[in-house]
């Protein structure tokens, strides 16, 4: 197996986001200001819905709810945008003028369908974690109960703790191995 050089890894990392900072900010700007406009426009709403939640009162989320929620969804699509502009950065596949980027192209729409399949996937895997953990105890207990030895439950007792720690590490090597390589597989 061929082996990955970390330190060169960490100084090519570090070099492209400190030497292709511009590159890099010119990738982000033009979908921050789209970010940071409604959120400067609305400072004082925002100011008395963070005042009025802290005294639990709710009612300002109940009138702005709409509001907020065309503004968290546009600002994770512009999220998406600017991790496939600077992974193309990083990946020497940008091709354009370097001061702007907004793109709303495939790799956008795919990584943010990979993203909600992945919370999908998430979902789905841990209900399946917290079923299996409920039924190998479930089994283990019924094991340790028809044993009326004292060792003969302590064992059962160790094995359940070693069954149901399993699957929870299983489910967090597949959350790093699913996501580890998504954005420049979709930059690509």
């Known amino acids: 197996m061929k082996k990955i050089p970390v330190g060169a890894t960490i100084a090519r990392a570090y070099g492209f986001a400190f030497g292709d900072f511009f590159k890099i900010l010119g ?3 033009p979908s921050m200001l789209l970010m940071w406009i409604p959120s400067l426009l609305m400072r004082e709403r925002m100011t008395a819905i963070s005042l009025q939640m802290a005294a639990r009162d709710y009612s300002g989320l109940r009138d702005y709810w709409p509001f907020f929620l065309v503004f968290y969804v546009l600002a994770l699509v512009l999220i998406f945008m600017q991790i496939i502009g600077i992974a193309q950065l990083a990946l020497d596949r940008r ?7 907004f793109w709303l192209g495939r790799p956008v729409w795919r990584l943010v369908g990979s993203f909600l399949l992945l919370v999908v996937a998430f979902i ?3 209900i399946a974690i917290v079923l299996a953990d409920v039924l190998v105890a479930f089994l283990m207990r019924l094991l340790a109960g028809s044993s ?5 439950k302590i064992i ?3 094995l359940t703790f070693v069954a149901m720690l399993v699957p929870p590490c299983a489910f967090f090597y597949c959350v790093i191995r699913l996501t580890f390589l998504l954005v420049p597989v979709v930059a690509a």
């Open 27 to 29: 990738v982000m700007w």
């Open 148 to 152: 009326a030895n004292g060792i003969l």
């Open 95 to 101: 091709k354009g003028p370097v001061w702007f980027y």
């Open 124 to 126: 789905v895997g841990w």
């Open 156 to 158: 059962f007792g160790f």
